[in-house]
Nanobody, 115 residues
Framework: QVQLVESGGGLVQAGGSLRLSCAASVSIFTLNAMGWYRQAPGNQRELVATISISSSINYADSVKGRFTISRDNAKNTVYLQMNSLKPDDTAVYYC?????????WGQGTQVTISS
């Protein structure tokens, strides 16, 4: 079992920045990949960014150039630095970890961007 604990959400004005953190209960090296997804009201959950064990990174087109995913292997933590935030970025952000064929999810953290 993998537990994921997220932090860092909040309310900011458009153009502002936030950094999300996701701490895993296991070594990152036992996971195939970690990433961030988001879900806005009435919408499906969508990929934001992922980073694989080999450090391959993937971003949604809507966040490229504004968001940066990174990880601290020693802390078993993945970060999502979000800059130039827009009201459309408002959503609950979920941390995800993949190990084998299993997916694990955090509890979600609310990000609200005011215009």
């Amino acid at each position: 079992q993998v537990q994921l604990v997220e932090s860092g959400g909040g309310l900011v004005q458009a153009g502002g920045s936030l950094r999300l953190s996701c701490a895993a209960s296991v070594s990152i090296f036992t996971l195939n990949a970690m990433g961030w997804y988001r879900q806005a009201p009435g919408n499906q959950r969508e990929l934001v960014a992922t980073i694989s064990i080999s450090s391959s990174i993937n971003y949604a087109d809507s966040v490229k150039g504004r968001f940066t995913i990174s990880r601290d292997n020693a802390k078993n933590t993945v970060y999502l630095q979000m800059n130039s935030l827009k009201p459309d970025d408002t959503a609950v952000y979920y941390c995800n970890a993949q190990r084998g064929y299993d997916d694990y999810w955090g509890q979600g953290t609310q990000v609200t961007i005011s215009s």
